[in-house]
C-alpha cells in the first residue's frame, strides 16, 4: 500500500491509495459544495447540477456519455449530500486513462438551456417521489427544524418553488464559484499509475479556473424544537429525533460511531431491543452524522399513532440511561467489532476505499491507512465514551413527528 498526493498550480488536489495487487481502479472527483452552500434563491442547484453533468459537454452528447462509460464496463454514479457532490467510477485499470478522460469532460458541462428545461421536470419529479416516502420526508423536514438558520439545514432537493423559480443562469454561476478546482479532490483507489494520473490530469484539469470558495463554518447544537405535521395517506407515525454530536474534524467522531451503534443499530441495539422486540415500533434506528465543522446524532422509528409519545419518551430514556450508566463491555465489543469488520470488507475493494479516502482529505487533509483507523476503533474505551458524553450528552432533542 502506497499512498501519493500533489497539488496542481490551479488548486486541484491528486490523490492515490496505490494497491498495485488491485485488479481494478476507483476513481473520483470529490467537490466540496452542497447544499448548506447555497442561498435560498438557489435552493437545490447543488443537486440539480449532478444531473446536469451527465446531459454532455461540447465534446460528448448524453447518449455518448453513456455508451462510453458502458463500453468500458464501468460501475459508476454520483451523489450529493449537504456538503459534498462525489463522480465515481471503477474499472478495469486499462482504462484509467479513459475515464479520468470522461470525467475531466464531463466536469466542464455544456449546461445547455434545453437539457436545463428538460432535467427541472425530472427533479420536480424527484421531489415529488421522496415527498410520497414518509421516512424521508421526516428526516429533511427535522434536519430543517434543527438546524434552524443554520445553513447545514438546507435541503439537498429544494423545494417546487425554489426548483421552478431557479434559471440557467443561476445554474452557470453557481458552477462557476463552486466547481473550482481549489473546491475538488480527484481521488484514485487501487490498481494506479501514479505518473500516467498526475501528468493527465495535468493536461486535462490545468486549465480550470480557481475561484477560492468560501464555506461558513459554525457549529451547532440545535433548536431543540418540536414539530408535528399532518399528511394525507400516511398510516404510521414517522418520528425522527436530533441532537448535537462532534464534526468531521473532532477525533471524538470515532466513539460517536461506536456509541450509535450501540444504541441504534438495526439489530442488537439497545433501541431495538426496547422497541421493535416488544413491537412498540416497527423499526427504531439511531445514527451519527459528522459534518463540517458541526454534526448530529439522529433517531428514525415508525410506530402505531397511539403509541407515539411512548416512542419518544423510551428514546429519551435510553440516551438518559447511557449517559447515566455508561455501556457494557459486551456492548462496547460488539459494536466495535461490526464496525472493524463492516470496514474491513468494504476496505478489500478499491471501490470500498475510495470515499474514505477522499472524504478524509476533504475534511481533514489528512489520510489514514485502513490499519490505523481499525486501531483507532479498537482502542475506544469506556473512558473516551463518558468524555464524548460528557461533551455532547444527547439530553436536548429536536423531534419532528409526521402521520396521519
Known amino acids: 500500500m502506497e499512498f501519493k498526493h500533489t ?35 438557489e435552493s437545490g442547484v447543488s443537486h440539480f447540477l449532478e444531473h446536469m453533468m451527465f446531459k454532455g459537454t461540447e465534446k460528448r452528447s448524453a447518449l455518448e456519455v453513456n455508451l462510453e462509460f458502458d463500453q468500458m464496463g464501468a460501475k459508476y454514479n454520483a451523489f450529493t ?81 425554489s426548483i421552478t ?24 483507489a487501487g490498481n494506479v499509475n501514479w505518473d500516467e494520473l498526475v501528468g493527465q490530469a495535468r493536461a ?19 433548536t431543540g424544537q418540536f414539530e408535528a405535521i399532518e399528511k394525507e395517506n400516511v398510516v404510521r407515525n414517522h418520528l425522527c429525533m436530533m441532537t448535537a454530536a462532534p464534526s468531521n474534524q473532532d477525533a471524538m467522531r470515532y466513539g460517536a460511531g461506536v456509541l450509535a451503534s450501540i444504541i441504534g443499530d438495526v439489530t442488537n441495539s439497545r433501541l431495538y431491543w426496547a422497541l421493535v422486540d416488544n413491537a412498540i415500533a416497527d423499526c427504531a434506528d439511531f445514527d451519527y452524522d459528522p459534518m463540517d465543522g458541526t454534526g448530529a446524532y439522529y433517531t428514525y422509528a415508525s410506530c402505531n399513532p397511539e403509541d407515539s ?42 471501490m470500498g476505499r475510495l470515499v474514505p479516502l ?19 476503533i479498537r482502542g475506544i474505551g469506556h473512558d473516551q465514551l463518558g468524555e464524548l458524553m460528557e461533551r455532547y450528552p444527547m439530553d436536548k432533542l429536536t423531534v419532528m413527528r409526521l402521520g396521519p
Not at 490551479?10 to 485488479?23: D, H, P, V
Not at 438518559?320 to 461490526?338: F, P, W
Not at 477522499?358 to 489514514?368: M, V
Request: glycine residues 6%; charged residues 25%.
Open 81 to 161: 449530500s449537504e456538503e459534498n457532490t462525489v463522480y465515481y467510477a471503477v474499472v478495469l485499470p486499462e482504462y484509467q486513462e479513459r475515464i479520468l478522460d470522461l470525467w475531466a469532460d464531463l466536469l466542464r458541462p455544456a449546461l445547455r438551456d434545453s437539457d436545463f428545461t428538460t432535467e427541472k421536470g425530472v427533479i420536480l419529479e424527484e421531489i415529488a417521489m421522496y415527498k410520497d416516502m414518509p421516512n424521508f420526508d421526516v428526516m429533511d423536514r427535522c434536519r430543517h427544524l434543527h438546524f434552524g438558520d443554520h445553513c447545514c439545514g438546507n435541503s439537498v432537493l429544494g423545494t417546487v418553488e
Open 204 to 222: 486535462l484539469c490545468s486549465n480550470w479556473e480557481s475561484s477560492n470558495p468560501k464555506r461558513e463554518l459554525s457549529d451547532f447544537g440545535g
Open 309 to 350: 409519545e411512548k416512542v419518544v419518551q423510551i428514546v429519551k430514556d435510553c440516551l438518559a440511561k447511557v449517559r447515566r450508566d455508561g455501556v457494557t463491555e459486551k456492548e462496547l465489543s460488539a459494536s466495535i467489532n461490526k464496525i472493524a469488520s463492516s470496514m474491513t470488507l468494504s476496505g478489500e475493494i478499491p
Open 7 to 41: 497539488q496542481l498550480d490551479n488548486g486541484l488536489t491528486i490523490i492515490a491509495e496505490i494497491m498495485a495487487s488491485a485488479r481494478s481502479t476507483a476513481v473520483g472527483f470529490f467537490t466540496r459544495t452542497g447544499s448548506r452552500d447555497e442561498q435560498v434563491e
Open 165 to 188: 423559480a431557479l434559471t440557467s443562469d443561476q445554474m452557470r454561476d453557481y458552477f462557476n464559484r463552486r466547481y473550482a478546482p481549489d473546491n475538488m479532490v480527484l481521488a484514485c
Open 358 to 376: 477522499g472524504s478524509n482529505w476533504i475534511y481533514c487533509h489528512e489520510y489514514k491507512t485502513l490499519a490505523e483507523e481499525l486501531e483507532i
